[in-house]
């Protein structure tokens, strides 16, 4: 199996402060179509996840521009520009090029 | 907007069999990929299995040929039967369905239900 390791596991953001959260493959994530298929997603509270990031760096209809990804082949990052308090929850990336599909740790994200 | 909704027992005795289905509406079922995650209680993801209306079936090998994935087109729904069940299955199942794009991300989501393995 790919495994997935997210750093780091908890951050403390205050509010307009960007945040940035890395993710790291076991292998290559690069796919025969040139994208990376790794996603990136948001469990908050209480919800289920909701689909932030697709193949590296698409954003999902209706998420914030101050959503980001980028990254290839074992390093990838996932960036807010400005945290909102709204943003607060725990961030996974998941493999989507073989199966089975793998997720990170997860990290925590709280405002400060 | 397609909506999942999760069902079945919410607590199955240890060695029994766990069963749930996913009712998909807004949407059909037909030509995607569906899939079962679930996550234990205070821990992360993990993916278990994913069907589509073509047949194709593939597992999460962690589940030891333990779990079946379905799916009825008439009914728009797809189900998981977890075999022989101990209490490290205790988790929150959500399914998801894959959107048909790049890497097939999970772009809808059922809220979850949480299943209880215990005497």
């Known amino acids: 199996d790919i495994v997935m390791t997210q750093s780091p596991l908890s951050l403390s953001v205050t509010p307009g402060e960007p945040a940035s959260i890395s993710c790291r493959s076991s292998q290559s994530l690069q796919h025969s179509s040139g994208y990376n298929f790794v996603d990136w997603y948001l469990q908050k509270a209480g919800q289920s996840p909701q689909l932030l990031i697709y193949s590296g760096f698409n954003r999902a209809s209706g998420v914030p521009d101050r959503f980001s990804g980028s990254g290839s082949g074992t390093d990838f990052t996932l960036k807010i520009s400005r945290v909102e308090a709204e943003d607060v929850g725990v961030y996974y990336c998941m493999q989507a090029l073989q199966d089975p599909r793998t997720f990170g740790q997860g990290t925590n994200v709280e405002i400060k | 907007q397609v909506q999942l909704q999760e069902s079945g027992p919410r607590l199955v005795k240890p060695s029994e069999t766990l069963s749930l289905t996913c009712t998909v509406s807004?949407?059909?079922?037909?030509?995607?990929?569906w899939s079962w995650v679930r996550q234990p209680p205070g821990k992360g993801l993990e993916w278990v299995a994913h069907v589509h209306s073509n047949g194709d079936t593939t597992y999460n090998p962690s589940l030891k040929s333990r779990a079946t994935i379905s799916l009825d087109t008439s009914e728009n729904r797809f189900s998981l039967t977890l075999r022989s069940v101990t209490a490290t299955d205790t988790a929150v199942y959500f399914c998801?369905?894959?959107?048909?794009?790049?890497?097939?991300?999970?772009?809808?989501w059922g809220q979850g239900m949480l299943v209880t393995v215990s005497s």
């Open positions: 807004g949407g059909s079922v037909t030509n995607y990929y």
């Open positions: 998801a369905r894959h959107w048909g794009l790049l890497s097939h991300p999970f772009d809808f």
